[in-house]
């Protein structure tokens, strides 16, 4: 049983909002955020087979990449923590290194990860943009010895085979499949278990198309998926008080509690492109809810500082 535990098959929730009355159309949330508190959507189904692999490799420590507020370093350490593995977090920004004490009072997600166990190096941005290098790989295994090497996001082949199985034979009896795009590590997936009928739509949290030709690398479908690359607020970590309003407002009408740096943008933008007709009537849309709830501290403390509304939890 991978991690010691026992996961929930994630129900397919509802949502009832006088728009996709008005539309027409069926919208359901599948709800991956509620597999685990931090190995939680597709941090779980990512990681779960290079866990498996690294304990084939006898690996005793993985190691990973990730920004002051990562989904990915929250969940590599508490999986870590859980299955028996030591973790070591390469984190950008070396400025965070400095008062090493006052950036885990500040941050709660690295906080977390520090109690689960894992090691930091704190980099510059700089050195950061050089992470997939052989000589900076180099550098780390002279430091840190024989590890197992998790990329940022956790995105790799292992990690879209785990993501192929978030959908179930009874997500055959929707039309549209919809998730909010990072790496493109679930996306591949869910494009490669995909019925011939389905079509897949993915919603880009950054700026760029450099995310189409990381999906073609990985999926064995070019022909029933696309990316809608106008809802990511701005830029990766990027929100404004309507993207804020509209994650509270969501929460009142449905009880799920979305994050405003992936699964808000993409319901905002569904929820968008119903009312402007581009889901024809009938339509049924299963959208994946890929779990990222822990950063919204770290949003809520920017906000907060700002004066600005903040996200109810």
């Known amino acids: 049983m991978l991690f010691q535990l026992e996961i929930p098959i994630p129900e397919n929730q509802q949502i009832h ?9 069926e919208l359901f949330v599948k709800r991956e955020d509620t597999i685990h508190p931090f190995v939680s959507g597709n941090k779980f189904r990512k990681l779960k087979y290079n866990i498996e692999d690294a304990k084939r490799q006898g690996k005793e420590t993985l190691l990973t990449f990730g920004g002051a507020f990562s989904n990915h370093i929250a969940a590599t350490s508490s ?24 950036t885990l009072y500040q941050n709660e997600t690295l906080r977390n990860a520090y109690e689960n166990g894992m090691q930091f ?40 085979q785990g993501c192929e199985e978030i959908l179930t034979n009874e997500d055959e009896k929707f039309d549209y499949i919809c998730c909010a795009v990072g790496t493109g590590g ?14 897949v739509i993915g919603f880009p949290a950054l700026k760029g198309d450099f995310l189409v030709e990381e999906i073609k690398a990985y999926v064995n479908k070019n022909d029933h998926w696309s990316l809608q690359s106008e809802y990511h607020f701005g830029g990766y ?19 799920i509690l979305l994050d405003p740096i992936y699964t808000g943008k993409m319901l905002f933008g569904i929820l968008d492109l119903v009312a402007k007709d581009t889901f024809p009537r009938n339509s049924k849309i299963l959208t994946i ?3 990222g709830l822990q950063g919204i ?5 920017k906000l907060k500082n700002k004066k600005q509304e903040l996200i109810k939890v």
Request: net charge positive.
């Open 121 to 160: 190096k704190f980099v510059s941005r700089e050195a950061y943009r050089n992470k997939t290098s052989e000589e900076f790989i180099n550098q780390l295994k002279n430091e840190f010895g024989n590890f197992y090497l998790v990329p940022e996001g956790g995105t790799n082949a292992l990690a879209v």
């Open 186 to 199: 679930t996306i591949s997936g869910l494009i490669n278990a995909a019925k011939k009928h389905q079509k």
């Open 17 to 25: 909002l006088p728009i996709l009355k008005t539309k027409g159309v």
């Open 237 to 255: 970590g990027k929100y404004n008080e309507e993207l804020i309003r509209f994650i509270n407002e969501f929460k009142a009408q449905t009880s």
């Open 297 to 301: 501290a770290g949003v809520n403390q």
């Open 289 to 291: 809810h890929t779990g």
């Open 79 to 102: 999986a870590g923590k859980i299955s028996g593995f030591k973790t070591i977090g390469i984190i950008r920004g070396d400025e965070l290194g400095k008062d090493v004490t006052k």
